[in-house]
C-alpha cells in the first residue's frame, strides 16, 4: 500500500483482517517497504519477511521484535545520559558496528 506518511490510521481498518488471513492460512506476512511498520509492529508475526531499503529501520524492527526488554532498557540508558543537544550529537554520530547489542542482563 503506498501512501505518504504513516499508516498507523490503517491498523484499525485493515489489521484484523489481515491477521485472520495469516492465521486461517498460516501464511508469512510480507512487507517489502516497512516504513514506520505499523501494521507490522500491531500483528507482532514471528514470521514476517521486512524490507525496505533504510536498513538501520529493518534492523530496528528486527531488534525490538527480538528482545523488546533489551531495547527498552537500552533506550533507558540513554535518557539516562543526557537528553540535552551535545548529548543528542554525540549519539547521532555513532556508527554501530552491529545492528543490536546483545542482551547485557
Not at 509492529?41 to 530496528?60: M, N, S, T
Not at 554525540?90 to 545492528?99: D, G, K, S
Request: net charge positive; proline share 9%; aromatic share 8%.
Amino acid at each position: 500500500l503506498k501512501w505518504a506518511g504513516g499508516k498507523r490510521w490503517l491498523v484499525p481498518l485493515v489489521g484484523r483482517g489481515v491477521h485472520a488471513r495469516l492465521v486461517e492460512t498460516g501464511g508469512r506476512y510480507l512487507e517489502p517497504f516497512l516504513g514506520g511498520g505499523a501494521l507490522a509492529l500491531w500483528l507482532g508475526a514471528p514470521r514476517a519477511h521486512l524490507g525496505d531499503i533504510e536498513r538501520p529501520l529493518v534492523d530496528a524492527y528486527s531488534a525490538i521484535a527480538a528482545d523488546p526488554d533489551g531495547v527498552t532498557r537500552e533506550l533507558e540508558d540513554l535518557v539516562r545520559r543526557g537528553v540535552d543537544p551535545a548529548s543528542y550529537r554525540r549519539v547521532r554520530a555513532w556508527r554501530p558496528r552491529l545492528p543490536a547489542r546483545p542482551d547485557r542482563s
